[in-house]
């Protein structure tokens, strides 16, 4: 009996799907909705248990996969990436957060609302940046 009840176990975990979470950047975003469909997308292909998820952007997104990713639980991280960030994380840049992290806030500054006023920064991207020490 003792051996049935390991089996019927162990043959629960193997079953287990790989889950895939795939970081977009902020909910509302055009990167979010674009993730949201990838993972409804490899859901309805059975192989895997898809999440999308809010991240800061491009360069979380590229820690969550490189830090994050566990083979042996069977957790991958995958995500929306720039190409900028894309080719300097390529190329291996030491530091990648100081370089892109200006160049993002330097586009960011230009949008305006049509009413007035700067677009806010997504919340998560700024404490991203404030924690690692590159936001102004």
């Keep these: 009996m003792r051996w049935l009840v390991v089996v019927i176990v162990l043959g629960m975990a193997l079953a287990q799907k790989p889950q895939v979470l795939i970081g977009t950047g902020g909910v509302g ?9 990838v993972a409804e997308i490899l859901n309805k292909a059975g192989v895997v248990q ?14 969550l ?7 042996a639980r069977g957790v ?3 995500g929306t990436v720039l190409p900028d960030a894309a080719l300097m ?9 100081a370089a892109v992290a200006p160049a993002r806030d330097t586009t960011l500054e230009n949008a305006v609302r049509s009413r007035g006023g700067k ?14 020490g590159v936001w102004r």
């Design 65 to 71: 996969l490189r830090d994050r990713t566990d083979p």
């Design 119 to 132: 677009v806010p920064y997504h919340e998560g991207a700024v404490r991203y940046f404030r924690e690692r």
């Design 89 to 97: 994380a390529y190329q291996g840049e030491p530091s990648l957060y």
């Design 50 to 63: 898809a999440q999308a998820m809010q991240s800061g952007g491009s360069i979380e997104n590229l820690m």
């Design 29 to 37: 975003g055009v990167y979010f909705y674009y993730g949201t469909a």
């Design 76 to 78: 991958y991280y995958c």
